[in-house]
Structure formats: C-alpha cells, structure tokens
C-alpha cells in the first residue's frame, strides 16, 4: 500500500479578548469543508500525476499527454463543490481522448452530485418532504441536490440496492398483516382514487422482535401471500395477527396456522360498527357496559405473565369467563337490527382466544394484539399521510423500502449506502504532526 503525505500550513487570526471556545469551535466548523476541499484536490492531483505516469510508462507507444480538459469537472461532495480540471491521454490506437484518472476512481459521468453527498439529504426525506428535506440541507451546509436528484437517488437506492431478501432460512412462526387507506397520484400529480397500503412483519417466536417482510401498494391479500410465499418458509408459520380486515384470514392463513385477532382491534372496532348498523351514541351505552364485563378488553400479554398465576385450572376458568362474556353481548345484539355488529363479536370470539390455547400447549404468552405493527408503522404512517399526502404507487414502494432501514434498521441503512457507494477498498489516515507558532 502506497503512503501520500500532504503538508498544510493553516493560520488563524485569534481575537485577543473575548474568544470563546464555542467560537473556536465554530469558526472551525465554517472553515473545515475550505480544508477538506483542499485535501481532495491534492489528493486528486496526486492520483492522477501517479496514473499518467502509469499509462505512458507501460505502454510508451500507445499513450501521451493531451493537456487537460477545457473546462474543469465540478464536483459536488459533502465538503461542497470541487472544481478540477481532468488530464487527458491520447490513445493511439483508438484515436481517441480520455481522462485516465476517471476510470481510475470510477467516477460516475455526468454527475455533478456525488452518491457520497447524498445521505445527508436522503436520510430527511425519510422524515420530511422532499422539499423540505432540500431545504433543510441548503441551509445547515449551504447547498443540498433538488428534488428530482433526492427522488432519483431513492429510486436508484430502492430499485437497485433495497430488494427485500430471501427468508427461506429463517425460522419464521408469527406473521403480522396490516394496511391502511393513502391517497395517489398520477402523471404530472394529477389526484387518483385512494389505495391500500399493506405491510407484514415476521417473528421467529416469544420475545423475538417483529421485522418487516414486505410492503405492497394496491395488491390484494391473494398476491401478497404469493409474494410472502417466495421469500419466507410459509409452512413454518404457526399463528397470523390482523385486525381481522376483509380478505386477511382467509388469504393468508395455511394449513396449520392459527389466527389471533387484535385485541385492541376488536374494543375499538366495535362501535364503529354499531354506528354502522344505525345505533347512536345513547342506543350503544347497554352495549359497551357489557364489553367492559369481558375480561379479555382489560388484560394484557404483561399482565398475563407478571400476574396471572402459572395454574392452567385458573386459565381455563378464565377462558370460560370471557366466553360467558362475550355470549352474553352476542345475546343481547338483535341480528335483526344489528347484524354487522353481531357477526363481527361472533368472529371475534372465535379467533381471539389463541394467547390462552398457545399458552396451554405450554408454548408461552404470544402477543394479544397488533401493536407491533401500529407502533412501529406510526412513523412511517404519519410521514406517508400528513407529510407526502399524495403518492404514485412505485414512489411510495421506494420510498418504503428504504424508510424502514433508516427507522428501524440502522445496520441495514448502513449497508445500503455502503453498497450504493460502491466502496471496495478506502482511504486510510495514518499518521497526524501538529505543531504551532505564533507569528
């Protein structure tokens, strides 16, 4: 490995009274991309006078000097732009003119922002617009890529570098299927009908974190099932948590799997749907008195480890009570008059009780709802809604497929970028002589 030694000279002009350290400190900070900037440049100078003499001096017939570029390449990095002008060999054989250095280095062509200054910008997007991620980065560095360079990196990023992996190797054993409702866009931002945007995590058993699998615009349950079936062990998987929303259960349960509707869900749920069957708020009151009687709505997976006590006799005495529970609410909705608020408790009974079953098969306390996804998805659901309103179905994919790495997976953002940086091998620091003197 070759050593390059570059010696610098800096003076500073030091007030004599009132210096501060936080005034050091800052004019070090307005000052440090002019040095960092000169560093490149040498750096560069000095690859390129290595490279030329490379060329010519392994082949001393086929290559000679063709003075530099007209005009100098800028390039914009981290540090701000770097103005250099490229030198030129002429290949004999080929009659043609190059910058020798350009292969050397894999720069990019026609490029002016390098990939290495685009995190910064990329990284607010996630939280932010793009327009005000732009914003944001002009003014904390002074400069930041427009909007279309920030949706063309996301693209380049998602498409090329963020495919979802194969989890055939994984011992998957609880999928976690949600959605929600977002608005779209066409060409030119002209305003389409609302889409569903879906999810599903994956667990590999008790007190195993759940991590996304898969995110879908505008497919239905059958397709993401396929899709899920390609990546993921799907005959491994034990127990599906949804909300129980049409089409999730019986798309995407296997032979074998469980389903274990969200507890949260159905307290929240139903009064929505006895709106729906025409009960106002007074009409619902009887209703939701006989809700709170069901023990299920007021327990949690932590209550159920930390105080229930380990005998199954009390388990199942408690599973009677909550069914007694919910037979008497299903009793007391007429399926004449409430007919969706009804069938939906009905359901509810049925797939709710799992946690108890699992643990009974003495496999331990599986979670009760879908908080899992709520929680984590908050993020990314308020930013999609609130903050990007409007969506094409491919953008949000990308957008999505890099969100979740930034969010929650800070060694995967770490990777991407890695990997769309194209870094083989990197410069190394070696050694540092400081040293001052008053002048």
């Excluded at 729906?276 to 939701?288: M, N, S, T, V, Y």
């Excluded at 008497?328 to 909705?333: P, V």
């Excluded at 709802?369 to 179905?393: M, P, Q």
Aim: proline share 5%.
């Amino acid at each position: 490995m070759d050593e390059l030694e570059i010696k610098i000279a800096l003076s500073y002009k030091v007030p004599e009274s009132d210096l501060t350290f936080n005034g050091i400190l800052r004019g070090l900070k307005e000052d440090q991309n002019t040095l960092m900037k000169s560093i490149v440049r040498a750096i560069l100078s000095a690859l390129e006078k290595k490279v030329m003499e490379e060329y010519i001096s392994s082949h001393p017939d086929e290559y000679y000097r063709h003075g530099r570029q007209p005009r100098a390449r800028k390039f914009i990095t981290s540090f701000g732009p770097i103005y250099f002008r490229l030198a030129q060999l002429y290949d004999r054989q080929t009659k043609k003119v190059f910058p020798p250095l350009v292969e050397k280095l894999s720069i990019l062509p026609y490029k002016q922002y390098q990939r290495e200054a685009l995190e910064a910008a990329v990284g607010q997007v996630i939280h932010l617009s793009y327009r005000m991620a732009e914003k944001e980065v002009r003014r904390i560095k002074g400069y930041a890529p427009g909007r279309s360079t920030l949706h063309r990196c996301v693209k380049e990023l998602a498409e090329g570098y963020g495919q979802w992996p194969c989890y055939k190797h994984r011992d998957f054993k609880f999928l976690m299927a949600d959605g929600t409702k977002v608005k779209r866009q066409g060409p030119r931002g002209a305003p389409l009908d609302q889409a569903e945007m879906r999810w599903a995590l994956a667990s590999e058993g008790e007190r195993r974190r759940f991590e996304p699998v898969g995110f879908w615009v505008d497919k239905d349950w059958k397709s993401i099932r396929k899709d899920l079936e390609k990546r993921l062990d799907y005959g491994k998987l034990e127990v599906l948590f949804s909300d129980g929303g049409p089409g999730i259960e019986s798309n995407l349960l296997a032979e074998g799997m469980r389903p274990q509707r969200c507890v949260w869900h159905g307290k929240r749920d139903f009064p929505i749907l006895l709106y729906q069957d025409g009960a106002k708020k007074g009409e619902q009151e009887p209703f939701h008195v006989l809700m709170k009687e069901i023990l299920l709505f007021s327990l949690t997976k932590e209550l159920l480890e930390e105080v229930l006590p380990p005998e199954k006799e009390l388990v199942v005495e408690l599973i009677e009570e909550i069914k007694s529970g919910f037979d008497k609410l299903i009793k007391a909705l007429d399926p004449q008059k409430y007919p969706k608020a009804r069938t939906y408790i009905e359901n509810f009974a049925r797939n709710a009780l799992l946690v108890f079953d699992y643990w009974l098969e003495g496999k331990g306390w599986i979670p009760m709802t879908t908080n899992a996804i709520e929680s984590a998805f908050s993020r990314i659901v308020n930013r999609v809604k609130h903050v990007g309103r409007r969506w094409s179905d491919e953008g949000l994919i990308n957008w999505m497929m890099i969100a979740f790495r930034k969010i929650y997976k800070p060694e995967l953002w770490d990777e991407l970028w890695t990997k769309y940086l194209e870094i083989h091998k990197q410069l190394r620091f070696s050694r540092l002589r400081v040293s001052y003197a008053w002048i």
